[in-house]
């Protein structure tokens, strides 16, 4: 069940990665002191977005690590944020669903 559509996106996303529209928020959370998720859906596949959201990771200066985009996942790492991912997959046959979330390193 969908909570809202962004008005803007979350101020802890990289930047660079743009959310597809329309999406649907499914969840927007912070966890902990410094995990931050965000699920929204789309109607349309956004696994093709991937290679955008690595070119723009990687020109905003991330470790990438695509070792996992034949699942639909991007990794992705850099001095301020210890781990994170993008992630892509089906809901159903018309419904997808981005995952984007991050671990900051601590002080």
């Not at 596949?45 to 290679?51: E, G, K, M, Q």
Request: charged residues 20%.
């Amino acid at each position: 069940m969908p909570i809202a559509v962004l008005a803007e996106p979350p101020e802890w996303l990289p930047a660079g990665i743009t959310l597809p529209e329309p999406h649907e928020v499914l969840m927007d959370q912070k966890i902990g002191s410094n995990t931050y998720l965000l699920q929204i859906s789309v109607e349309t596949d956004p696994t093709p977005l991937l290679a955008d959201w690595q070119m723009a990771l990687a020109a905003a200066g991330y470790d990438l690590n695509d070792s996992m985009m034949f699942d639909g996942r991007l990794l992705f790492s850099s001095t301020e944020v210890e781990s994170g991912q993008i992630a892509v997959q089906s809901l159903d046959e018309a419904e997808f669903m981005i995952q984007i979330d991050m671990t900051m390193a601590s002080d």
